[in-house]
């Protein structure tokens, strides 16, 4: 849609479900005292499933008092959906413990692997996209929604380097996921350029190929990047930058297809002031506002 | 080729820099047709040994800051390409480095090292350990009234609160590291480094605190941890401690709130 008009699209959930169609912030235990004092805070706000996984303790004290005020996405980094194994049920059952406790208005992972052998790598790592991959990796996100009980978005990875062994795009992989699982996209932008320029695909056209009416909630940030020996470049999807500008370029494009979308701002390493991240979240509503008008008097 | 093992080599490709980047990767040629992908696949390399070496850094700065960050980062490097975690949830990697290192042979001209970072991952440990509530201090002064349900009381000790035996100053080397901006700038001096010492670890709210337990006391709260009568515990302690103060540890557990449940009672 590239009207004004404040209807809710597929994309934006009615007040009870979902996320708020507006921007909000990776939470940092060090901007507790900042957020808690903003009297404009961000939308919502998104934590990683792992760092709440503790008993109890600061952490949980902090994130119930956040939760009293503001929706949150609850994000998972461990959970190694595209493992050879089957999701860990231990990890499933903290997860649906954290879901319980905090109600979040999504459940998000990621199109990666991350343990192996009983082994945790703590990092996200590619996957071969062809007929047994696809198999694999819809049976275990099935297994994590009727263990959850809820319907998890599905995040995009970053990716340095393709397999030999893949049939599919990673598009046309996510659409099929998508199809045959029901879960919904958590589209990463900055993912999608990473990807794009690392491969040399355009990133407009791989866009396209992707299911955009599941998309429930946008992820940007930025990104570093590294000369090859061969003079091209290489983007490594660091979350320590603000958002670089062909990514908003990119963000935007989107936003006019897909109508008022959450839309997080993630900053992982080189943790910025609380202000300069309020920042870029009030830098993606604007955007969203240039787009598809004002918010004001949108119910949240 | 299954996934099975495209996995397994890429797993172990990633922890062993002399490997060769696994078969099968594709990285579109470059723009004058070369191929980069050693650059690429160490993208991974780098996220998964940094990432895991940042992490045991950040929980770790004393001993850091003891062997200086250079030794450290190669001392965890080794520890994390030889022993990566077992759980995404990385609370628990962080228990298993104090013996890492205590068996890390060019770390044994630095004796105390390992029990400095026992404290330290004992610290993480209480952090996020379960919340509860310890019982108010009236139940305290109810308890010494009656001395025979004193001494047939159990305690369920909180949580969060933890203990261990240095057979070095390991508290004070500890000790000597907080408050400063620049942690390599503290000094040992002044500090019998060979003299034993046995530290408490607690947080009877949300605060982390680190002390000095009183000879006796870790005989005491093991017993009491065991699920043992408040006599059978001074009686440990006896047993361990020839001048024993009683009086010193019934008040530990009052000071730093380390009874959450009493059963006792309290009836004549």
Redesign the interface.
């Known amino acids: 849609m590239s009207d004004s008009s404040h209807a809710p699209t597929a994309a934006c959930p009615p007040a009870s479900a979902g996320l708020p169609c507006r921007a909000g912030v990776g939470y940092k235990f060090q901007h507790f005292d900042e957020l808690g004092a903003d009297p404009d805070p961000p939308a919502f706000v998104e934590v990683h499933a792992e760092n709440y996984m503790g008993a109890g303790g600061v952490p949980h004290a902090q994130l119930t008092r956040i939760r009293e005020r503001l929706p949150v996405s609850l994000h998972g980094v461990g959970l190694s959906i595209g493992a050879d194994a089957t999701p860990d049920p231990a990890h499933l059952d903290r997860l649906a413990a954290l879901i319980d406790r905090y109600q979040p208005a999504e459940f998000s992972e990621h199109l990666a692997w991350s343990t192996h052998d009983g082994r945790f790598l703590n990092d996200l790592l590619p996957l071969s996209y062809d007929a047994a991959t696809l198999q694999r990796v819809c049976e275990h996100i099935d297994r994590i929604q009727a263990r959850l009980g809820v319907r998890m978005l599905l995040e995009n990875p970053s990716t340095y380097f393709e397999f030999e062994a893949s049939t599919f795009s990673e598009p046309d992989f996510i659409a099929a996921v998508v199809r045959r699982t029901g879960c919904g996209l958590l589209l990463d932008v900055n993912n999608v350029y990473v990807s794009c320029c690392n491969n040399r695909h355009d990133p407009s056209a791989y866009l396209a190929a992707l299911p955009l009416s599941a998309v429930r909630q946008i992820h940007l940030a930025g990104h570093a990047q590294e000369r090859l020996a061969d003079g091209g470049l290489l983007l490594i999807d660091n979350h320590g930058a603000p958002v670089a500008d062909p990514v908003w370029d990119l963000h935007a494009r989107t936003l006019v297809t897909i109508g008022p979308t959450a839309t997080l701002i993630e900053w992982d390493t080189d943790v910025p002031a609380y202000a300069t991240l309020r920042a870029q979240a009030r830098h993606a509503d604007r955007i969203a506002d240039g787009i598809h008008g004002s918010s004001e008097g949108m119910a949240a | 080729?299954?996934?099975?093992v495209?996995?397994?080599e890429?797993?172990t490709a990633?922890?062993m820099p002399a490997m060769r980047v696994p078969a099968?990767?594709?990285?579109?040629g470059?723009?004058?047709g070369?191929?980069?992908?050693e650059?690429?696949?160490a993208?991974?390399r780098n996220?998964?040994v940094v990432?895991?070496v940042d992490?045991l850094a950040a929980t770790f700065p004393v001993s850091q800051a003891l062997v200086g960050e250079e030794f450290f980062r190669a001392m965890a490097r080794e520890r994390v390409q030889a022993d990566?975690?077992?759980?995404?949830?990385?609370?628990e990697y962080a228990q298993g480095f104090a013996d890492f290192i205590a068996g890390f042979a060019p770390a044994a001209s630095v004796p105390y090292l390992a029990d400095v970072a026992r404290i330290e991952a004992l610290r993480v440990r209480?952090?996020?350990?379960?919340?509860?509530l310890p019982v108010p201090e009236s139940l305290y002064r109810e308890l010494v009234a009656a001395p025979e349900v004193l001494a047939a009381a159990r305690m369920t000790l909180h949580?969060?609160s933890h203990w261990l035996r240095s057979d070095h100053a390991a508290h004070s080397i500890w000790l000597a590291h907080q408050g400063l901006e620049d942690l390599a700038s503290a000094s040992l001096d002044g500090i019998d480094v060979e003299r034993a010492e046995d530290v408490l670890i607690v947080?009877p709210a949300?605060e982390v605190v680190v002390t000095t337990l009183p000879r006796g006391a870790i005989e005491f709260l093991d017993a009491l941890r065991a699920g043992q009568i408040l006599a059978a515990a001074f009686a440990a302690a006896q047993a361990a401690v020839d001048d024993l103060d009683s009086g010193a540890l019934f008040t530990l557990l009052i000071q730093h709130d380390l009874a959450v449940v009493v059963d006792a009672t309290l009836e004549p």
């Open positions: 080729m299954t996934g099975a495209v996995q397994h890429f797993a990633l922890l099968g990767i594709r990285d579109g470059g723009q004058d070369a191929h980069d992908q650059r690429r696949f993208v991974h996220n998964v990432s895991l992490a990566p975690p077992r759980s995404p949830v990385l609370i209480a952090y996020h350990a379960a919340d509860a949580p969060a947080r949300f």
